[in-house]
């Protein structure tokens, strides 16, 4: 069976995420130490903090999500948890799409948490321009989805921003369009929706100011080949070169996340065995949705850490 590592994206963040780990060991606590010195500020106060909101913005939570699940990997390879060379693909969701691909190899640590507090900062900023968000949408397909945001979208933005899982839609767009959505629901077969906590419409034309400041830090970055494919949000499909890694990056704040689509090339690939690094679960948690047999192992805390055995582990 053939494997793969998932890296969470925003809204994984919790208070304390990856603080235990990087006290007991000394690799991951080296990751939030070289944090510290490219961002001029150190992430640990804010994460062993009590502002939750804090930690929450979007400019804050992405370099936080990065770091630590980035420190939990240097911690599960120093500890020889991980055989890093038994990895067939890698994938993050949004956020951790950046994660997965400096991991891989294509980003540099430096360059990956310089052009994610870019990210962040723009897409906070795109965030306070006007009032937008983000609906989940509880048993919707694509199609019920795209019927439901063509119905209620008016003179507003209202997309399908995330395509997750099977029965797993989000939607994204202004705050006036989204409750014109919550009140078509059940016109359109669709149980409830979820307002999600974040700042805005992300993967939305909502996000189009974000995307020139993204576009100049990316093109200022170097992208190197990595090691493994990555499969990438904006196509769902797998790249190993650099500039097409770069111009999907640059699409990936306006576009949908077509991770269900990553998901089945990964399965029809034969990845069976996931892994996904603090602070997530909820990647592996669905994987539930496919009907295929799958083994799922998260690493979030000292516990996990220590009682993990070596993975992927024999075929």
């Known amino acids: 069976m053939s494997a793969a590592i998932l890296f969470p994206g925003q809204g994984a963040q919790a208070l304390g995420m990856g603080l235990d780990i990087a006290e007991a060991e000394p690799a991951a606590a080296a ?10 500020r150190d992430l640990r106060a804010v994460i ?12 804050t939570c992405q370099p936080a999500i990065l770091v630590t699940s980035l420190a939990v990997m240097a911690a599960l ?21 950046y994660s997965a691909l400096t991991w891989a190899g294509a980003l540099d640590f430096d360059e990956a948490l310089t052009v994610v507090r870019i990210r962040g900062m723009a897409m906070q900023a795109a965030s306070e321009e006007s009032a937008s968000g983000m609906l989940s ?11 439901l945001c063509a119905a209620a979208r008016g003179d507003d933005v209202l997309v399908v921003a995330n395509l997750l899982a099977p029965g797993q839609v ?5 705050t006036v369009a989204l409750d014109r959505a919550e009140a078509m629901l059940k016109q359109h077969g669709i149980r409830k929706g979820v307002r999600l906590s974040v700042a805005g419409a992300f993967h939305s034309p909502c996000m189009a ?8 830090a990316l093109d200022a970055a ?25 111009e999907l990056l640059k699409a990936q704040v306006t576009s949908p996340v077509l991770w269900q689509r990553s998901m089945e090339a990964m399965l029809a690939s034969g990845v069976k065995r996931f892994l996904e690094p603090a602070p997530g679960k909820q990647l592996t948690n669905m994987l539930r949705r496919y009907e295929a047999e799958t083994a799922a192992t998260t690493c979030m805390n000292t516990e996990a850490l220590a009682a993990l055995s070596p993975w992927p582990g024999d075929e």
């Open 31 to 40: 990751v939030f130490e070289r944090a510290t010195g490219v961002l001029g």
């Open 170 to 174: 989000a939607i994204a767009g202004t």
């Open 209 to 216: 100011s974000a995307s020139a400041a993204l576009a100049a």
């Open 222 to 246: 170097p992208i190197q080949a990595p090691r493994v494919p990555v499969i990438m949000n904006v196509s769902g499909e797998p790249t190993d070169d650099p500039d097409t890694i770069r």
């Open 137 to 147: 949408l509880v048993g919707a397909d694509e199609d019920a989805a795209q019927a």
């Open 48 to 59: 062993g903090g009590d502002d939750a909101a804090a930690l929450d913005r979007t400019d």
């Open 77 to 97: 390879e120093a500890r020889g948890h991980v055989d890093a060379a038994a990895v067939d693909r890698v994938a993050g969701l949004s956020l951790g799409e």
